[in-house]
C-alpha cells in the first residue's frame, strides 16, 4: 500500500470528531433514547483515540474489538427498543442484547490470543440491519411518518444499513481475503474506512436533526 493510502487509512477516523462535536453541544437537549447515540459517539472517538495511541505505539488493539462491539450493539438496540416500544420486537430486542453479549465474551474467553474473531461483527451487523428493515417495514406499513428527510431515525437507520451491509461482508470474508492477496486486502480495509466516513456523517445528520428535550412545567 502506498503512503497516501496508508495515511489515508490512519486518519480517516478523525472524522469522528464531527459528529462527536455535534454530540457535546447537544447531549443535554436529548430524549434518554437519543443520548445512547451520543454515548455511543462518544465511546466511539475514545476507542479512536486509544487505537491510535497503540498504532503508534505499535501495539495490538484487537483487545478493544470485544468492547466496542458489545457498546456499539448495546446502545444502538437501546435506541431501536425506544422506537419499537409499541410493537412486539421491542419486547424481544432485551432478550437478543443478552445472547448476544453472552456470546461475544464467550467467543473472546475462547478465542487465542490476541486473535481477531470477525464472526461477532459479521453476527453484529446481521443483527443491526435486522433491526434497521424493522424500521423500514414500520415506516413503510404504516405510512405514519410523513417528511422522512426530517426524521433522524432514518438518517440514523440509513447510515447503519449502508454500514453494516458493507462491512459484515468485509469481515467475515476478510481472513481468506488476507490470505488470497494482500494487495486486495489492503484495498478491503480502505473500502472499510470509506464506509467508516460515511456512518460519521450519518452520525452527524442524525445528532443534527434530533429534536429538543421537551420541558413541561408544572
Not at 424493522?134 to 447510515?159: A, D, H, V
Not at 447503519?160 to 489492503?186: D, E, G, K, T
Request: hydrophobic share 55%; glycine share 2%; with cysteine.
Amino acid at each position: 500500500m502506498n503512503g497516501a493510502s496508508q495515511t489515508f487509512l490512519i486518519y480517516s477516523s478523525v472524522v469522528v470528531i464531527v459528529p462527536f462535536l455535534f454530540a457535546v453541544i447537544r447531549f443535554k437537549k436529548m430524549e434518554q433514547a437519543w443520548r445512547s447515540l451520543a454515548l455511543l459517539i462518544f465511546f466511539d472517538f475514545l476507542v479512536e483515540v486509544i487505537s491510535h495511541v497503540l498504532y503508534f505505539l505499535e501495539i495490538s488493539n484487537h483487545f478493544l474489538w470485544p468492547i466496542f462491539i458489545l457498546i456499539e450493539f448495546t446502545l444502538l438496540a437501546r435506541i431501536y427498543k425506544s422506537e419499537f416500544k409499541k410493537m412486539a420486537i421491542g419486547r424481544f430486542i432485551p432478550i437478543v442484547t443478552l445472547l448476544f453479549i453472552t456470546y461475544v465474551i464467550a467467543d473472546w474467553l475462547m478465542a487465542p490470543k490476541d486473535d481477531l474473531s470477525a464472526i461477532p461483527h459479521f453476527i453484529e451487523g446481521v443483527l443491526i440491519l435486522l433491526l434497521v428493515l424493522c424500521y423500514y417495514y414500520k415506516n413503510l406499513s404504516s405510512l405514519i411518518e410523513t417528511q422522512l428527510e426530517r426524521q433522524p431515525m432514518f438518517w440514523l437507520s440509513t447510515g447503519l444499513f449502508i454500514y453494516f451491509s458493507a462491512n459484515s461482508v468485509i469481515f467475515i470474508f476478510s481472513n481468506y481475503i488476507q490470505m488470497l492477496s494482500l494487495q486486495f486486502f489492503n484495498l478491503i480495509w480502505f473500502t472499510h474506512s470509506i464506509f467508516n466516513i460515511l456512518l460519521y456523517i450519518f452520525y452527524t445528520l442524525t445528532v443534527c436533526l434530533i429534536p429538543k428535550k421537551l420541558n413541561y412545567n408544572i
